[in-house]
């Protein structure tokens, strides 16, 4: 897979297309739908692994080097045309459908021999033949490539991690929710979020990072994304300052961050994934081709509900050969030295103005305290003043 998949991401037009789509905001900008899955982990990346999950599903499914270059160019209009990713996925979807009747020279979709054709062609490719992907970081990719994929049988800081879980763990929190004793790796059939594994990987470092229910709203990735130490980890120093951790453990928890900081960070960042037959995972647990070819839908649509995710989280302990896996690596959306500082200047931007909202915020509540207790003080003194006003009363009516 990987040579041949090289093949098209070595060709001009598609750098050219890449390029277009890593600066050109009219397309790293388009929307999500308001239930996306996606747009909870993805940002302007987005566009951009939209097109590798394009590239994957076309190599997957087709293979086809003649074809590429229609379905390059209709690529491109379906990006000019839509504005939402989700429909754009459809779109690639439909359009794999649409590549698929050329390359079987079929001219009457709806005919029902014809639909089968189409259905069945896809379903075999794409299912019965296809893939699961593991992203993972850039870091392991040369001892996997030289031994395959024997899970947690390389270079980590578990034992410091559980550490930190410790520390965390005496001042009442849980910060890192991972079973380090677990060999389970998660695989996906959504190639879009195979590569935000991968950029983001390893997971559980990355969520020690950008702990919401911790940190709080405030939190944002984009300092991991542009390989920003500083950013990265200005959430769990405030936290540990505000809950008072000793000055001991916050220097225990920062340097072994520094340490896995700088452990996934010897090699510079790719999107690398890992493909493995869905059959040496599922080996009898693949979907029935039937609900597909019993849909009354237009084939297209069926064509995009073949393709579009189902498994989000195949999870597995299975030692995998050199022989049983295909390796891929592609460029990262942040790779690019002016990307990088545009998001990091917007970053600290960010940050700034939520900082400055939480201070007056602050400031608020504590004038809000200040006059809530200075109204009491001046209570209280009426009171003292009135019992000293009785007291004299009493004592005159003594008299």
């Given at each position: 897979m990987i040579k041949v998949l090289d093949d098209y991401i070595k060709r001009d037009d598609v750098k050219k297309f890449i390029k277009e789509l890593i600066n050109n905001h009219r397309y790293y900008e388009k929307s999500f739908n308001s239930e996306s899955v996606y747009s909870r982990y993805i940002l302007n990346e987005m566009a951009l692994y939209t097109f590798y999950d394009a590239l994957i599903k076309y190599k997957i499914v087709l293979d086809d080097i003649y074809l590429f270059d229609e379905f390059l160019e209709q690529l491109g209009k379906i990006y000019n045309?839509?504005?939402?990713?989700?429909?754009?996925?459809?779109?690639?979807n439909k359009l794999i459908g649409k590549m698929v009747a050329i390359k079987l020279n079929i001219k009457d979709i709806n005919d029902p021999i014809n639909k089968k054709e189409i259905i069945s062609y896809v379903f075999n490719n794409y299912i019965i033949d296809g893939y699961y992907i593991h992203g993972f970081s850039t870091i392991y990719y040369d001892d996997i490539k030289e031994k395959g994929l024997i899970p947690n049988d390389y270079k980590n800081y578990y034992s410091s991690m559980k550490e930190i879980n410790k520390i965390f763990n005496k001042y009442g929190y849980n910060l890192i929710d991972k079973d380090f004793d677990s060999d389970k790796i998660y695989y996906t059939d959504d190639a879009i979020m195979a590569c935000f594994y991968s950029i983001c990987s390893p997971g559980y470092f990355h969520d020690l990072l950008f702990n919401h229910e911790l940190f709080g709203n405030r939190v944002r990735r984009n300092g991991y994304l542009a390989n920003d130490l500083d950013l990265s980890t200005r959430f769990i120093k405030k936290f540990m300052s505000d809950k008072n951790f000793s000055d001991l453990d916050k220097k225990c928890v920062l340097s072994i961050i520094k340490n896995e900081w700088d452990l996934i960070h010897k090699k510079k960042r790719k999107v690398d994934l890992l493909f493995v037959k869905r059959k040496k995972l599922h080996s009898n647990n693949l979907l029935d081709i039937g609900s597909f070819l019993d849909d009354d839908?237009?084939?297209?649509?069926?064509?995009?509900?073949?393709?579009?995710?189902?498994?989000?989280?195949?999870?597995?302990?299975?030692?995998?050969?050199?022989?049983?896996?295909?390796?891929?690596?592609?460029?990262?959306?942040?790779e690019i030295d002016e990307n990088t500082r545009e998001i990091t200047l917007a970053l600290d931007e960010e940050l700034l103005k939520l900082e400055e909202e939480e201070k007056k915020a602050k400031e608020k509540e504590e004038l809000d305290n200040y006059g809530s207790a200075s109204v009491l003080i001046i209570l209280g003194s009426l009171f003292i003043t009135l019992g000293v006003i009785m007291s004299i009363i009493i004592i005159l009516m003594e008299l």
């Open positions: 045309k839509l504005n939402n990713y989700e429909d754009i996925e459809i779109g690639v839908r237009d084939v297209y649509e069926i064509v995009d509900r073949l393709l579009s995710p189902k498994n989000g989280n195949v999870l597995s302990s299975e030692k995998l050969s050199r022989e049983d896996i295909k390796l891929v690596q592609l460029n990262d959306y942040y």
